[in-house]
């Protein structure tokens, strides 16, 4: 069985079949701005599931930013609710530790060396033990730093910037990890070998990972499920899941990936023109 | 970087040498232009008395710049956390900023009796606000995306502080120091000249005036040979601190090979 468009109905179905599973979930979320022209959202209803790599796909200004950041709480939604039932966490920042956020741009802070840059998030909750000295290596090492702790971000390319960036989301030892387009910024092979390690740290670290993207390869690529949204208002126009099916070795280039791609593709463009 | 310092070095000899070339060649009253010979000899003659007031105008200098470092850095913070306080200030601090010190400063003679306390009040006023105005740019050019990864981790007011937004005025406060170091030394010299000699030891404004009356024009040049010594003092000293700061980070200390 390939990749399908799951119908309300089956949607429901999955809900009450895997609740105890669900990480996270919105129900009739929108945001409206006032003052900026920032995309606005309407209704947007989705599930995450334990362990889930879900991909949020749409084309640049449908809100899917703005999405991300109102899950972890960064911005407030005009109505609606964002639950994570695992957690106190409730459209607030209250249980941070949780969840972390990789920015669309590695966002180091240029005046602390690589270290420093990844211990921050364990500064703000006053973790200074030896302990958390020790997980910051484990963490450095894990994404291929070593070697690389003295630097300071100018000194770094932008592969490197975007693993000191994941090494600080991980630092904190996150059950969710929230991706804005982490990888928009570099090229092709950079960005396959990045979206590889992602993928064998999620499975590590029995991760759940919400990854937005404006890219179809990279969200059939990485992910089980994909939600494709469409813009103006932001919304979702049709979810994909395909996580009873076992990804083939070399799976980029079996004729299944570009099968998958194409579907997706094709969901993508009648979202584009059903505005 | 050694043979940069000894070119510009080269330059200052060089340019005394024509100096001193064209006194003799065109025959100069000295008491017009003094040749640099007789400026370092009178220098030399009255090496005490000069020192003494360098170190006057120097240590009001640098009184004036560390309180307004202080205070401008408080105010900045003060401002940074509330837009009703610094909307209620800006008129006050724009109408000091653009008085002349010239004009305040014999006031200020009127109000403190102590002649020193007085020229370190019209050094600090000069100062501040170079100061104080590019330590809020700087505070305020903080990015929304730094400042969006600290409120995830749930940062307080003082972390916010702490971790993102005073490293990221730093510079701009530096820069703003740079400027404020020239001023305090004017702020001095000026306040000098009109509040009178400084209680204690005069500084070298009033040598200025001093020389002035006596007719001793090379002691004169000399005064303002010091002023500009200790203006180059300061400068330095606030590189050496910029530098070592930002070296590190700061693209402005970028080596490119």
Known sequence: MGLRILSEQERQKK?????????????????KFISSNAPSLE???????????????????????????????????TSGKINWPTSNFQNSVENPANLSFVFQEPNLLPWMNVYDNIKLPLKIYKENSYKADEEIYDIINLVGLKGFEEYYPRQLSGGMSMRVSIARALVTQPKV????????????????????????????????VIYVTHSIYESVFLSNRIYVMQSNPGKVFEEFDFSNQEKLENYRFTPQFFEQTKIVSDSLKRAQNDQ | ??????????????????????????????????????????????AFLLFLSLLTTLKIAILALGLSVIISSSFAIIFYFSKFIEKSMTPITVILQVTPIIAIAPLISIWVDDSEVATLICAFLVAFFPLLANTIAGLKSTEKNHLELVR????????????????????????????SSGLALIGAIVGEFVIGPISGHSGLAYRIIESGYQLDIPKMFGAVFLISLSGIILFNIVRLIS?????????????ID
């Open chain 1, 177 to 208: 990890l929230l991706m804005d387009e982490p990888f928009s910024a570099l090229d092709e092979t950079r960005r396959f070998d990045l979206s590889q390690e992602i993928l064998k740290i999620k499975k590590q670290k029995k991760l759940t």
């Open chain 2, 1 to 46: 970087m050694i043979n940069k310092k000894l070119h510009s070095l080269l330059v200052i000899v060089l340019l005394f040498a024509i100096w001193e070339f064209a006194f003799h060649l065109f025959d100069l009253k000295w008491y017009l232009l003094p040749p640099p010979s007789m400026i370092f000899v009178s220098i030399s003659n009255n």
């Open chain 1, 15 to 31: 809900i009450d079949d895997k609740y105890s599973a669900i990480i996270a979930q919105l129900n009739g979320v929108s945001k």
């Open chain 2, 243 to 255: 530098y070592l700061v930002l070296r590190k980070w700061h693209s402005s200390y970028q080596q």
């Open chain 1, 43 to 77: 209704d947007i209803n989705l599930e995450v599931y334990q362990e889930d790599f879900l991909s949020i796909l749409g084309s640049s200004g449908c809100g899917k930013t703005t999405l991300l950041k109102m899950m972890c709480g960064l911005i407030k939604p």
């Open chain 2, 152 to 179: 995830l981790y749930g940062a307080s007011k003082i972390q916010i502080l702490r971790y993102v937004v005073i490293p990221n005025a730093s510079p701009y406060f530096l820069s703003g120091l740079k400027i």
